[in-house]
C-alpha cells in the first residue's frame, strides 16, 4: 500500500469517527489543524448533496453525517440551525426546524407528523431518543391499521437535555432547561428547569435546586 493509498483509508475511517462523534468536527474544525482542513470541504459536498434532493436548510457550521436519514418533501421542510450536528443513523423526517447548537446523536428518532417538531437552540438529544409528533387512533371499532393517526405537535425550549431511549410522545410541550432522564417516556408537559424520569415520566426534581453534578 502507497502513501496514497493509506492517507485515503485514514481519512476514511476519519469520516466514521466524525459521523458517530460529530462534536468531534466541531472541535477539530476551529482549531484549524492543517491535515485536517479538507473535513469542512467534505461536509460541504455531503450537505450539498442533501439539500439536493430533499426541503432542507442548513446553518453555518454545522455538520450533518453521511449516512443520517434526512427526508424532506416539499411541505415537511427540515430546518436545522448554525452550529447543529446530526449523526450517523439517526432519522429525522419534517416537519422539524432546529435551533442554533442542536445536537442529534446516533440513533435518535424525529418524526414531525402534520403538525411538526419545534426544538430550541442548544439541545441535547442523546442517542436513541425518540420524538414522535404522531398518534394512532384507539376506538375499539376497526383495526389499528385502519385508525385516523391525529398530530398536535412536539415543541422542546431552549437548553433541554433528552436522555438516552428517552421518549417524547405527540402534543408535549416541554420547557426550556429541562431534563429528561434515560428511557423516560414522557407524555404529559414538562415545565421549565424540572427533571423528569420514568414510564410514564415523573417530576424527580428541579435544576435550579439540585446538588452536585449527578
Same mark, same amino acid.
Given at each position: 500500500?502507497?502513501?496514497?493509498?493509506?492517507?485515503?483509508?485514514? %481519512?476514511?475511517?476519519?469520516? %466514521?469517527? !466524525?459521523?458517530?462523534? /460529530?462534536? !468531534?468536527?466541531?472541535?477539530?474544525? #476551529? %482549531?484549524?489543524? @492543517?491535515? !485536517?482542513?479538507?473535513?469542512?470541504?467534505?461536509? %460541504?459536498?455531503?450537505?450539498?448533496?442533501?439539500?439536493?434532493?430533499?426541503?432542507?436548510?442548513?446553518?453555518?457550521?454545522?455538520?450533518?453525517? /453521511?449516512?443520517?436519514?434526512?427526508?424532506?418533501?416539499?411541505?415537511?421542510?427540515?430546518?436545522?440551525?448554525?452550529?447543529? &450536528?446530526?449523526?450517523?443513523?439517526?432519522?429525522?423526517?419534517?416537519?422539524?426546524?432546529?435551533?442554533?447548537?442542536? &445536537?442529534?446523536?446516533?440513533?435518535?428518532?424525529?418524526?414531525?407528523?402534520?403538525?411538526?417538531?419545534?426544538?430550541? &437552540?442548544?439541545?441535547?438529544?442523546?442517542?436513541?431518543?425518540?420524538?414522535?409528533?404522531?398518534?394512532?387512533? !384507539?376506538?375499539?371499532?376497526? /383495526?389499528? @391499521?385502519?385508525?385516523?393517526?391525529?398530530?398536535?405537535?412536539?415543541?422542546?425550549?431552549?437548553?433541554?437535555?433528552?436522555?438516552?431511549?428517552?421518549?417524547?410522545?405527540?402534543?408535549?410541550?416541554?420547557? &426550556?432547561?429541562?431534563? #429528561?432522564?434515560?428511557?423516560? #417516556?414522557?407524555?404529559?408537559?414538562?415545565?421549565?428547569?424540572?427533571?423528569?424520569?420514568? @414510564? /410514564?415520566?415523573? #417530576?424527580?426534581?428541579?435544576?435550579?435546586?439540585?446538588?452536585?453534578?449527578?
Amino acid at each position: 500500500m502507497d502513501d496514497e493509498q493509506l492517507q485515503e483509508r485514514l %481519512r476514511a475511517r476519519h469520516q %466514521r469517527r !466524525l459521523a458517530y462523534m /460529530p462534536w !468531534l468536527y466541531h472541535s477539530q474544525r #476551529v %482549531r484549524r489543524d @492543517v491535515h !485536517l482542513a479538507w473535513i469542512v470541504d467534505w461536509q %460541504r459536498e455531503v450537505q450539498a448533496e442533501l439539500q439536493a434532493h430533499e426541503n432542507v436548510t442548513i446553518g453555518a457550521d454545522s455538520f450533518v453525517a /453521511p449516512d443520517a436519514q434526512i427526508f424532506a418533501e416539499p411541505n415537511r421542510p427540515v430546518i436545522i440551525g448554525a452550529r447543529c &450536528s446530526v449523526a450517523a443513523t439517526a432519522y429525522l423526517h419534517g416537519p422539524i426546524t432546529l435551533g442554533d447548537d442542536v &445536537s442529534i446523536n446516533p440513533g435518535a428518532h424525529l418524526e414531525g407528523g402534520r403538525a411538526g417538531i419545534v426544538i430550541g &437552540s442548544k439541545v441535547r438529544i442523546a442517542a436513541g431518543a425518540k420524538l414522535f409528533a404522531f398518534e394512532h387512533g !384507539l376506538a375499539a371499532g376497526a /383495526p389499528i @391499521v385502519d385508525q385516523r393517526t391525529t398530530s398536535a405537535g412536539i415543541r422542546i425550549g431552549d437548553d433541554v437535555w433528552l436522555g438516552a431511549n428517552a421518549g417524547i410522545t405527540d402534543g408535549v410541550t416541554i420547557g &426550556s432547561h429541562a431534563v #429528561v432522564g434515560m428511557g423516560a #417516556v414522557v407524555v404529559d408537559d414538562v415545565p421549565a428547569w424540572v427533571i423528569v424520569g420514568g @414510564v /410514564p415520566a415523573r #417530576v424527580l426534581g428541579d435544576r435550579r435546586t439540585r446538588k452536585g453534578t449527578r
